[in-house]
């Protein structure tokens, strides 16, 4: 039984603006790819790591391997960010092996979160990475206020997300011939279907989605920091 980490490129950033698929924009020299492969590639609890990233990138990322030597293979992504983790997942080799699915738009995700995850993985099928969620919220309906509700009541859902891959596999063969378009990320998918035991990890408040222009500049400073 190995452990792998597949993250996820293969997005082209439409809400970013920039000119390249926003994984291969570049921060202080690095794409925000490597960024995120790091804090991986360093973890010696991860023992490989599957890409996936948009077909015109595959063959340039092939190469990475002699950097980043974990990485064990590089797909192509699909359509939505479903098909694009069902590409990495078909990468995993054994049933009872453990998977992370990590979005490659979050380079800050750190090694604590990383061991968290797995550890929880010899209790539950499926882990899901939470942060509390700071602002005060209310529900919206027609873009009208309907009320406020109470924000401890609320996670934000961060990535890496685990799970043992037999119980993610099951999940994505449902959602095959299902509209499940509100369903954004693997964890959901697993809960919908009930594949298999559940829980989450609290997660680190740091590790931000680069989505808008403006994250970009936040994450410009905090790699600064670094
Ligand atoms: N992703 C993917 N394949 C897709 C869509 C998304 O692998 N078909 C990945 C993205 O590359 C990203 C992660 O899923 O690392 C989270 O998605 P998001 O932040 O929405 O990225 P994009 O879809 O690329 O951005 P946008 O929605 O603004 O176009
Ligand atoms: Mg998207």
Request: net charge neutral; proline share 4%; with cysteine.
């Amino acid at each position: 039984m190995k452990t792998y980490a597949i993250i996820l490129a293969g997005g082209s950033g439409q809400r970013l603006q920039a000119e390249v698929p926003k994984a291969f924009v570049k921060i202080h020299g690095r794409t925000i790819m490597e960024h995120s492969i790091l804090p991986f590639q360093k973890c010696d609890a991860v023992d490989g790591i599957i890409l996936v990233v948009p077909q015109k990138y595959v063959e340039e990322c092939k190469q990475w391997h002699k950097a980043y030597h974990k990485i064990e293979a590089v797909v192509a992504g699909g359509v939505t960010r479903y098909h694009s983790s069902m590409q990495g997942l078909a990468q995993v080799p054994h049933a009872s092996d453990k998977v992370l699915v990590h979005d490659a738009a979050r380079p800050f995700v750190d090694e604590v979160s990383i061991k968290a995850c797995i550890a929880a993985l010899d209790r539950y099928d499926a882990v899901n990475l939470l942060s509390p969620v700071s602002n005060s919220m209310v529900r919206m309906k027609e873009d009208k206020i309907e009320h406020a509700v109470d924000r401890n009541d609320f996670r934000q859902v961060l990535t890496p997300q685990a799970f043992i891959k037999e119980c993610l596999y099951k999940a994505h063969l449902q959602a095959k011939n299902l509209p499940v378009e509100t369903i954004t990320d693997d964890f959901n998918l697993v809960l919908h279907f009930n594949t298999g035991t559940v829980t989450w990890v609290e997660g680190n408040t740091n590790n931000i989605k680069i989505t808008y222009p403006q994250d970009l500049k936040i994450a410009e400073c905090m790699l600064y920091k670094h």
